[in-house]
């Protein structure tokens, strides 16, 4: 599990609930790029290691990464990801299987995993209080679920649409991550986003309270 182990969080990170990043020098940079040869290239790696398992929800974040996947492995000769889905049939309103199916028809992939998960996923059930004793807090917070995914793929890669709704979606606290991260010189303004992002959970439920 080395990369559960390079994925620590660090004592900032665990309190604020945000992820800043490994690089605390470095500068955000434009690259005049195609995104969707970026995403492309980001994942030849993983798939030049087969088998390539892609967690796979059915929703935007998995299905995009499940795609770009397909594609790369097709335009490269590799061999083509795994999709690979946890079921939670205690939990019914997870389901997505319309939606699954519709992106793996369409996709034409054949090699489609899925597992029925149980409690030992919960987050604090037996699969992550294991993770949490041997490696101490790691993120994401479902590192239960990776475990079982890598499991799965024994020799070969894992990828996962984590960070996907920060990129689709924006995300609220990503000004002052930026800031507390160097990546952007300081304004007046950052003084009090990151007094709210550092605040109490009820003063930041105060403050949504009232937007």
């Not at 987050?123 to 890598?150: D, E, I, M, S, W």
């Amino acid at each position: 599990m080395d990369t559960l182990s390079a994925a620590r969080p660090t004592p900032l990170e665990i309190a604020t609930g945000l992820v800043l990043g490994t690089a605390p020098g470095a500068r955000l940079r434009a690259v005049a790029r195609d995104p969707l040869e970026a995403l492309q290239d980001a994942l030849l790696p993983s798939l030049r290691r087969p088998p390539c398992l892609v967690l796979f929800s059915g929703g935007r974040d998995s299905s995009v990464v499940l795609a770009v996947a397909a594609r790369a492995a097709r335009s490269e000769g590799l061999p083509p990801p795994v999709a690979f889905t946890l079921r939670y049939a205690a939990a019914p309103e997870t389901d997505e299987t319309e939606w699954q199916e519709r992106v793996v028809a369409h996709l034409g992939l054949r090699d489609w995993s899925r597992v029925d998960a149980a409690a030992e996923l919960d987050l604090l059930g037996p699969g992550n209080a294991k993770t949490v004793r041997l490696h101490g807090v790691r993120y994401p917070a479902n590192t239960a679920g990776l475990r079982v995914a890598c499991a799965a793929a024994r020799d070969g890669s894992v990828l996962d649409g984590s960070g996907g709704d920060e990129l689709f979606g924006g995300w609220r606290a990503g000004p002052a991550a930026d800031v507390l991260a160097r990546r952007v010189a300081p304004r007046p303004r950052d003084v009090l986003r990151i007094g709210l992002a550092l605040a109490p959970p009820r003063v930041r439920a105060a403050r949504d309270g009232r937007a």
